[in-house]
C-alpha cells in the first residue's frame, strides 16, 4: 500500500501534499467535496471522527490526522528527505518549537477568522472574534520573522516541514500587502517554496497563481 492522502484544494491537505512530494514517496489523492457534505459522511466519519483535513493514511493502513504531527511523522519516516534535524538534536527541538508555534497559534488563528460564528453561541460576536484574530495571527507571523535569519529558508539554506507549514498558512492569510510590509524573510520564504521544481505545481494546485491571493 502507499499513502493515502484525503485532500481538498486549498486546506490543510496543502502542507502534507508538499511534504510528500519533497520526499518522493508515492501518494493516492483522494477527492473530497469540502462544501459537500463529504467531510460529515458517514464512510469519512469512520476514518476521521473528527470531520477534518488533512487525513493521511499511511502505508500500513493507519490513519493520521493533525499536521504538524503528520509532518513530523513524515520526515521521521522518510530521514533521507532531510526535511526535519535529527530527532533529539538541539536543532530539532527548534524544528518542533516552531512548528508546534505554528500550529497552535497561525493555524488556530486562521480558523478563528474563518469560522468567526463557532467561537461564540451570539451571532453578533463573530466580526469581533474575527477581527481580535486577525491583529492575534499578525502577531505571531511578526514573532517568527523577528526570529528568522537571512534565509532563504527559516532554518537557512535548510529546506523542511516549518516551511512548509509557514507557506500554507500565509497561503490563508490573504493580504500579500500587509506580509510584503510586515514579513518580508516570510514572503521571501514562502516564493522560495513557490520556486522549487517539486512545489510550483503543488502551490498552483491549492492556491492559484500569487502567493496569498490577489495583491
Ligand atoms: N488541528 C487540525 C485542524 C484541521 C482543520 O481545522 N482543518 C480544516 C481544513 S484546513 C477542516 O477540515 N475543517 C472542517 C471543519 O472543521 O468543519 C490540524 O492541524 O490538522
Redesign the pocket.
Known amino acids: 500500500m502507499t499513502y493515502k492522502l484525503y485532500n481538498?484544494p486549498?486546506?490543510?491537505?496543502a502542507c502534507v501534499q508538499a511534504a510528500l512530494t519533497e520526499i518522493g514517496a508515492p501518494f493516492e489523492l483522494v477527492d473530497i467535496d469540502?462544501d459537500g457534505g463529504d467531510?460529515q459522511s458517514d464512510w469519512f466519519t469512520k476514518i476521521n471522527p473528527?470531520?477534518?483535513?488533512?487525513t493521511l493514511q499511511l502505508p500500513d493502513g493507519s490513519v493520521m490526522?493533525?499536521?504538524?504531527?503528520?509532518l513530523l511523522h513524515l520526515a521521521d519516516a522518510h530521514p533521507e528527505a532531510g526535511l526535519a534535524p535529527k530527532p533529539g538534536t538541539s536543532e530539532r527541538a527548534q524544528t518542533n518549537r516552531w512548528l508546534l508555534f505554528a500550529?497552535t497559534n497561525l493555524?488556530?488563528g486562521?480558523?478563528r477568522r474563518g469560522?468567526s460564528d463557532r467561537y461564540s453561541t451570539d451571532p453578533s460576536h463573530a466580526s469581533g472574534i474575527e477581527a481580535a484574530a486577525t491583529d492575534y495571527t499578525r502577531r505571531h507571523y511578526r514573532l517568527i520573522e523577528d526570529e528568522v535569519g537571512e534565509g532563504p529558508y527559516l532554518f537557512g539554506t535548510d529546506f523542511g516541514i516549518v516551511d512548509v507549514y509557514v507557506w500554507m498558512l500565509m497561503n490563508?492569510f490573504e493580504d500579500p500587502a500587509w506580509m510584503r510590509a510586515e514579513i518580508p524573510k516570510l514572503v521571501r520564504m514562502a516564493e522560495s517554496i513557490m520556486a522549487r521544481p517539486n512545489l510550483a505545481a503543488v502551490h498552483v494546485a491549492h492556491f492559484g497563481e500569487g502567493l496569498g491571493g490577489p495583491e
Open positions: 481538498s486549498g486546506t490543510g491537505s469540502y467531510l473528527r470531520q477534518q483535513l488533512p490526522t493533525e499536521s504538524a504531527a503528520i500550529a493555524y488556530e486562521e480558523l469560522y490563508w
